[in-house]
């Protein structure tokens, strides 16, 4: 099994940044893909980013290109979503994922493993 807490969202200004944090533990956490996920009220869970087991390849969704960057500290069993420019459509409960494999993450949006989330609110 894999623990997942996910810390660091709250209430941010729309052209604001925010750093999500999600301390892994319970396997090793280098073994694992890790990725963020979020989910608006009213809307599916839709992929955010994700990142491979070296750090070596990152993944982002279209919509968060150029403003969202994700990295992990294997030392620190740590991955990071580091948001800016933030607007009002990325409100929402943010959620950390683990896998073994990119494609549950990126592709299927079904890793194995689930953080609690984390809220984020964005006001214009």
């Known amino acids: 099994q894999v623990q997942l807490v996910e810390s660091g969202g709250g209430l941010v200004q729309a052209g604001g940044s925010l750093r999500l944090s999600c301390a892994a533990s319970g396997r090793t956490f280098s073994n694992y893909a890790m990725g963020w996920f979020r989910q608006a009220p009213g809307k599916e869970r839709e992929f955010v980013a994700a990142?491979?087991?070296?750090?070596?390849?990152?993944y982002y969704a279209d919509s968060v290109k150029g403003r969202f960057t994700i990295s992990r500290d294997n030392d620190k069993n740590t991955v990071y979503l580091q948001m800016s420019s933030l607007k009002p459509e990325d409100a929402a409960v943010y959620y950390c994922?683990?896998?073994?494999?990119?494609?549950?993450?990126?592709?299927?949006?079904?890793?194995?493993?689930w953080g609690q989330g984390t809220q984020v609110t964005v006001s214009s």
């Open positions: 994922a683990a896998d073994n494999r990119i494609p549950p993450i990126v592709t299927t949006g079904h890793p194995d493993y």
């Open positions: 990142i491979s087991w070296s750090g070596g390849s990152t």
